[in-house]
């Protein structure tokens, strides 16, 4: 069976999310722009500080963080804001993120975070395709979107 073009990048997104290096959750995001990629990018430690999966250990996971709340003490970078400064800013207009969640190897979703959302907005990207915990392909027109609805939504479900 051929794949449609949102299947082939959710799963690249899934491969992407591969390469995490969290303990607890891992996601990974790609960019495309005219059913090309422009970039890819997964959640993990900010260049130089050592990761979960070095240190054995995911501080947000010891101390039962709730997904969404105290991202401060965590040094990793989300996976849609890597894809984001791994691409150029004129690519990025009306491109479409796809994001892909596991968590314990089972489906998590790929809704953004808060703090992403800000990301997405500012870099102009036109859409958001990820998949729910259900696996159900969620889509989201950013252009169209309740910006202050979005951002108090994710930041009670994320
Ligand atoms: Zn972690
Ligand atoms: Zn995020």
Redesign the pocket.
Same mark, same amino acid.
């Given at each position: 069976m051929r794949l449609s073009w949102d299947d082939y990048f959710l799963k690249m997104a899934e491969t992407a999310c591969l390469r995490s290096t969290c303990l607890r959750a891992q996601f990974g995001a790609v960019l495309v722009k005219n059913h090309t990629l422009i970039s890819t990018g997964y959640?993990g430690a900010a260049s130089g500080v050592k990761s979960c999966l070095e240190q054995g250990d995911c501080v947000r996971e010891r101390l039962h963080i709730p997904s969404g709340e105290n991202?401060e003490i965590c040094h990793s970078v989300? #996976?849609? #804001?890597n894809a984001i400064i791994r691409a150029s800013f004129d690519l990025m207009d009306d491109a479409t993120l796809y994001i892909f969640g596991l968590q314990q190897e089972k489906p998590r979703s790929g809704m953004?975070?808060?703090?992403?959302w800000r990301m997405i907005f500012n870099a102009r990207i036109g859409k958001v395709i990820y998949l729910d915990e259900e696996g159900q392909k969620k889509i989201v027109n950013v252009k169209v979107v309740d910006r202050g609805r979005i951002l108090s939504y994710s930041e009670r479900e994320?």
């Open positions: 959640n991202y989300h #996976a849609e #804001a953004p975070c808060f703090m992403c994320t």
